[in-house]
């Protein structure tokens, strides 16, 4: 089955730009999506077409594709910032869907 | 305000069935795809399976996990999703969230999510 994978933790200081990475055989194929999940919260989408920012997301949320790899860049994180973050795409047909096993940002 | 609120989890036991259903609220539910993730508990997001818009065919797909156990259906008349759940296993313990499908593949609307346990 079509595997989508991010690594697990990705920490970063206050003010400072995290980059969580999402890689796949399908990703140059398909688009890439990006949600925040917060604890006890459902997820929220933050990127969708691989860098479209949805309204209401704030500037400092930004996506990027490169061959196999989407990357989400937040800069200038701030504390409220800290999460999980999913990226999520769709098999090589467009049918079925796929999310990544998730990164834990923590904000030092 | 763009609503869905979940309801129908419970505690089940491994071989039963349950029905999920999601109400919706606020936007035109008879012209949106619509989609179940779920979430076991510590776990990451799943993809369960969408059903189209009637007008685009009112097709399903299903994550190879559930295929030939659950089915998703609509009533637009009610603006209500549902997710039918039978042959329960315990691996299905899970929070099910429904979503609305946009941007094109994106999960765009989340609802609260519903608890579904699966234990004996």
């Known amino acids: 089955s079509y595997e989508l994978t991010q690594p697990p933790s990705v920490s970063v200081s206050p003010g400072q730009t995290a980059r969580i990475t999402c890689s796949g055989d399908?990703?140059?194929?398909?688009?890439a999506y990006w949600y925040q999940q917060k604890p006890g919260q459902a997820p929220v989408l933050v990127i969708y077409?691989?860098?479209e920012r949805p309204s209401g997301i704030p500037e400092r949320f930004s996506g990027s594709s490169s061959g196999t790899t989407v990357t989400l860049t937040i800069s200038g994180v701030q504390a409220e910032d800290e999460a999980d973050y999913y990226c999520?795409?769709?098999?090589?047909?467009?049918?079925?869907?796929?999310f990544g096993g998730g990164t834990k940002l923590t904000v030092l | 305000e763009v609503q869905l609120v979940e309801s129908g989890g419970g505690l089940v036991k491994p071989g039963g069935s349950l029905r999920l259903s999601c109400a919706a609220s606020?936007?035109?539910?008879?012209?949106?795809?619509m989609s179940w993730v779920r979430q076991a508990p510590g776990k990451g997001l799943e993809w369960v399976g969408r059903?189209?818009?009637?007008?685009?065919?009112?097709?399903?797909d299903y994550a190879a996990p559930v295929k030939g156990r659950f089915t998703i259906s609509r009533d637009d008349s009610k603006n209500t999703l549902y997710l039918q759940m039978n042959s329960l296993k315990t691996e299905d313990t899970a929070v099910y969230y429904c979503?609305?499908?946009?941007?094109?593949?994106?999960?765009?609307?989340w609802g609260q999510g519903t608890m579904v346990t699966v234990s004996s």
């Open positions: 979503t609305t499908v946009r941007f094109p593949l994106a999960f765009d609307i």
């Open positions: 077409k691989d860098s």
């Open positions: 399908a990703l140059p194929k398909q688009y």
């Open positions: 059903i189209k818009s009637k007008t685009d065919g009112g097709t399903t």
């Open positions: 999520q795409s769709a098999d090589s047909s467009g049918t079925l869907g796929v």
């Open positions: 606020g936007f035109t539910f008879s012209n949106a795809w």
